[in-house]
């Protein structure tokens, strides 16, 4: 089947507004996982969600980030208030956990914040 | 929580060298560990990864190599290639499926 997508692949927006980045997983995964990445930098981890249990949003830098998934399937990383920092490339992976923990990654988001 | 330290930022060699990325861990629980390469622009992509029941995996002109009692674990690339040119990020994971990567090695490759 198809891999990770993610969507949009490319969004600009204005200081302060709100975006929504969509990520829709490889099917039967059951984790899925978020992750910015600032241009040269590292895979920042932001969230995960396994099955029905609480998401671990250990890794969300601000009350301005948050995400939501319909059960095993797509999610949505919103950010509010948007500012220039936010500026990035979003990574959405997934993985099967019953069998391995490899995640595999979506294309990502690149969002930039005028 | 777990930390992985990763060694060098970069790592220029000549086609036909071998390449050596080095990552260190803290969490004595972690188990797993994959090593991602991403090109310019390009998304990870897991090339190889170890478990902590084995000490080295080879597969190709790519292995990992893994120290359980110093909590490191290595990349070793032979005969590297212009393609091989990349991102390399080690990871371990923390608590059952959760990565923790590295900070990522910049490999460049020249003919």
């Known amino acids: 089947g198809a891999g990770v997508s993610q969507s949009p692949s490319n969004k600009v927006t204005e200081k302060g507004k709100d975006v929504e980045l969509r990520c829709d997983p490889i099917?039967?995964?059951?984790?899925l996982y978020w992750y910015r990445q600032r241009l040269g930098q590292g895979l920042e981890f932001l969230i995960y969600?396994?099955?029905?249990?609480?998401?671990?949003k250990s890794g969300l830098p601000s009350d301005r980030f948050s995400a939501e998934r319909t059960g095993e399937s797509v999610s949505t990383l919103t950010i509010q208030r948007t500012q220039q920092e936010d500026s990035a490339v979003y990574l959405c992976a997934s993985s099967f956990l019953t069998s391995t923990p490899e995640q595999f990654f979506g294309p990502g988001t690149r969002l930039t914040v005028l | 929580g777990e930390n992985v330290e990763q060694h060098p930022s970069t790592l220029s060699v000549q086609e036909g060298d071998s390449a050596v990325i080095k990552c260190t861990y803290s969490?004595?629980?972690?188990?797993?560990f994959p090593w991602y390469k991403q090109e310019l622009g390009k998304r990870p992509q897991l090339i190889i990864d170890i478990r902590s029941n084995v000490g080295e995996k080879k597969d190709q002109r790519i292995a990992v190599t893994l120290n359980k009692t110093a909590k490191h674990f290595s990349l070793h690339i032979t005969e590297t290639q212009p393609e091989d040119s990349a991102v390399y990020f080690c990871?371990?994971?923390?608590?059952?499926?959760?990565?923790?990567f590295g900070t990522g090695t910049r490999l460049l490759v020249s003919p």
């Open positions: 099917s039967g995964h059951t984790a």
């Open positions: 969600f396994q099955g029905n249990s609480a998401p671990d």
């Open positions: 969490d004595s629980a972690s188990n797993y």
């Open positions: 990871a371990a994971n923390t608590g059952f499926q959760k990565l923790v």
